[in-house]
């Protein structure tokens, strides 16, 4: 088998590796996603021959076994479905299940309670007339292959993993770069709300409180949500130039603990409730390249991160910024995990789950940034058209200079100002069938929040 980009066919400077057995596969899958998946369903397609690797899915292992089926059913359909759009069906799968031992559990119990969904995805994908070449069960450092009947090159108790960096395919992800980012778990982690029980969040959720209170009667009214719209961004430009000032931490723990203690809960509180207004949204994700994007891409981590107790729901804006900017930088695996996360906490949310789609079918984010591009271009030229305006006016009344606005006062209010139309609709490189009507001119009524939680939500 041959190791490809997703979506890519073979080039003639691409370099080709060929994985032989089970224990070579088993070795290759983080280096495929990027990390090491765990409580996983992964399944890869592959291509021609020599089995060259295509698409690829990731689901989180269902915990009731009578989900299972109707599960193993809609992975062989969207895999399957999803390489039949881009042009060749898959020859044939390989199929992963990745789970830890729970405490009193061995590798080899998990293999053996994993094994009726294993069979389920093979029937399934059975069913569609592509053969599972490959079915494996990681755990606990092992790995086991359903398909393999023989015990010499695949006993009961299973085979270990091999040593970190010590296999063929880590030294050639090595010389080409590829890193693989630790456990689905760790990478979650950075964007999970804090615990609920502790004190930093009991005083994020209050002035999250505060905030809602305050915000949500000006965001309801239509020129006091353009007032909203200006101070939030402005907010979190200030936040964006704050941790970009900060120093540089390599570990992801120390990294996302130095980003919490530079936002003040009273400064996040408020930028959560402005991005729930789906302009103010698409207007952050302009901050996409350059040197913006990686302190761009921490702010929205640790907002997230403080998306506490009933205001969970409110954090799919920032990890849809997430997703859009470790996408935009060429992160695939990053913009996965904070894209799917994003779709845990609102299934419905329609830019996830636009931009998941198109990252998951390998297409450019260029497409989205030009789009972008043009729309600050097209404000900023409006803007500057209404201060010319302004100034032109007041010379007509003698006014030398026209420089008779108080400093500070917003541009917005120094003339009507035009903006273009949201991005995230007309430049979004996929539309999902039956979602343009809640992300397009009519979006969400504001204030108005499924389940009756506090706060508000303007926007998708």
């Not at 490809?4 to 070579?24: K, M, N, S, V």
């Not at 996983?40 to 899915?57: N, Q, T």
């Not at 881009?86 to 405490?103: K, M, N, S, Y």
């Not at 990681?138 to 090159?153: M, Q």
Request: proline share 8%; net charge positive; glycine share 12%.
């Amino acid at each position: 088998m041959n190791k490809h980009h997703d979506t890519t066919g073979p080039t003639d400077d691409q370099q080709q590796i060929t994985l032989r057995g089970p224990a070579e596969l088993a070795d290759a899958l983080p280096y495929m996603m990027g990390y090491h998946p765990t409580d996983s369903i992964v399944m890869v397609a592959l291509h021609g021959d020599r089995g060259r690797f295509g698409g690829r899915l990731r689901l989180g292992i269902p915990r009731s076994p009578r989900e299972w089926p109707p599960v193993a059913e809609q992975l062989a359909e969207c895999l399957v479905e999803g390489c039949e759009r881009r042009g060749a069906r898959p020859e044939g799968i390989v199929v992963f299940v990745c789970q830890d031992p729970a405490e009193g559990e061995t590798g080899r119990h998990v293999m053996e309670r994993l094994r009726p969904l294993a069979q389920r995805l093979r029937t399934a994908c059975g069913t569609l007339d592509v053969p599972v070449y490959e079915a494996l069960c990681i755990s606990g450092g092992r790995f086991w292959s359903y398909c393999c009947p023989d015990t010499r090159c695949c006993p009961p108790e299973g085979n270990p993993l091999a040593l970190p960096g010590t296999s063929v395919m880590a030294a050639a992800a090595a010389y080409a770069g590829i890193q693989v980012r630790g456990s689905l778990r760790d990478m979650e982690a950075r964007l999970l709300p804090w615990p609920y029980e502790t004190s930093r969040s009991a005083g994020q959720l209050r002035a999250l409180d505060g905030a809602a209170a305050a915000l949500v009667p000006r965001i309801l009214d239509a020129e006091g949500r353009d007032t909203v719209r200006t101070e939030t961004i402005r907010l979190a430009e200030q936040l964006v130039r704050r941790l970009a000032d900060g120093p540089r931490i390599m570990d992801p723990a120390a990294a996302d603990t130095q980003d919490d203690a530079l936002l003040g809960d009273d400064e996040a509180a408020a930028v959560i409730l402005g991005l729930q207004d789906r302009e103010t949204r698409d207007r952050a994700a302009e901050w996409m390249e350059g040197p913006d994007a990686a302190p761009a891409l921490r702010l929205w981590r640790a907002l997230a991160r403080r998306c506490v107790g009933a205001y969970v729901e409110h954090s799919a804006a920032p990890l849809t910024l997430a997703g859009w900017v470790s996408w935009s930088s060429g992160d695939e695996p990053g913009a996965r995990v904070a894209l799917g996360r994003a779709l845990e906490v609102d299934p419905e949310y329609v830019f996830a789950r636009l931009l998941h789609q198109a990252c998951n079918e390998g297409l450019d984010p260029e497409s989205l940034r030009r789009c972008l591009r043009d729309e600050r271009d097209a404000r900023a030229a409006a803007e500057a058209r209404a201060a010319s305006g302004v100034r032109a006016r007041l010379r007509g009344r003698g006014v030398p200079g026209g420089r008779a606005l108080p400093a500070g006062r917003p541009a917005a209010r120094r003339g009507k100002r035009r903006s273009a139309p949201p991005g995230t609709g007309s430049g979004t490189p996929v539309a999902a069938p039956g979602t343009a009507r809640r992300d397009g001119a009519g979006a969400r009524t504001p204030g108005v929040r499924r389940g009756g939680g506090r706060g508000s939500r303007t926007g998708r």
